[in-house]
């Protein structure tokens, strides 16, 4: 009965290519997060959804598209995969989006653009 | 800007030997700020948090965490480490208002010796 789970966890592909990354939540949790950790580790929000609307878009390119059909997925769809997308992405959930609200977090899916 | 900084990369310790992590933020007010361990090609596990109250706060698997208004610091501790510890640690904060977003430092990285 896993809490936050992602799909796949590992994901090797050409550049130019689209691919998405899945991720589920089972906690009944109203707030749902993506964050990329890039190779030296750095870990940078990239966006978040409540109840399906989306609430941050922090900066990132266009290729990067989220969606949330239900308040337990978030899905993200990356188009025109470059070299510099190579990293570990994260999804999280929390019951709401503010105060100290626990995030809580997938296993993560690596991806490799070759 | 509000950002965490992590000074030490890379921290070896013995086991059995005390251990702290140190973790300074930049915020106008007091965050709401948060501890998570990343144990190699896991996700990333909350050991506590600190969003009022007594200063001292205590976490799972033995840690602690003290915070410091006046030094804005928020170091993480624990008395004996356990080889199972070796992991890396980030330290992070989350603003108010900002979609509950969390912001994190650079990251520990702690290699224990038998």
């Known amino acids: 009965d896993t809490a936050v789970s992602q799909t796949p966890k590992y994901l090797v592909t050409q550049m130019g290519n689209d691919k998405s990354i899945k991720c589920e939540q089972n906690l009944g949790h109203d707030t749902m997060y993506w964050y990329k950790q890039d190779s030296k580790k750095f870990l940078k929000i990239m966006f978040s959804y409540n109840n399906k609307e989306l609430i941050i878009n922090e900066t990132v390119p266009n290729r990067f598209s989220p969606k949330s059909p239900d308040k337990a997925h978030l899905n993200l769809h990356i188009n025109s995969l470059e070299l510099g997308d190579s990293a570990v992405y994260f999804c999280?959930?929390?019951?709401?989006?503010?105060?100290?609200?626990?995030?809580?977090f997938g296993p993560g899916t690596r991806l490799t653009v070759l | 800007a509000q950002s965490v900084t992590q000074p030490d990369i890379h921290i070896t310790v013995s086991e059995g030997a005390s251990l702290e992590l140190r973790c300074n933020y930049s915020?106008?007010?007091?965050?709401?700020l948060f501890w998570y361990v990343q144990s190699p090609g896991q996700g990333l596990q909350l050991l506590l948090k600190y969003f009022s109250g007594d200063t001292l706060v205590q976490g799972i698997k033995g840690f602690e965490a003290e915070f410091k208004r006046s030094q804005s610091s928020f170091n993480l501790r624990k008395p004996s480490v356990h080889w199972s510890d070796a992991a890396e640690y980030f330290c992070?904060?989350?603003?108010?208002?900002?979609?509950?977003?969390?912001?994190f430092g650079q990251g520990t990285e702690l290699s224990v010796k038998p």
């Open positions: 992070a904060l989350r603003a108010y208002n900002q979609g509950g977003k969390l912001i």
């Open positions: 999280a959930s929390s019951q709401g989006g503010q105060g100290g609200d626990t995030q809580y």
């Open positions: 915020y106008g007010a007091t965050p709401y």
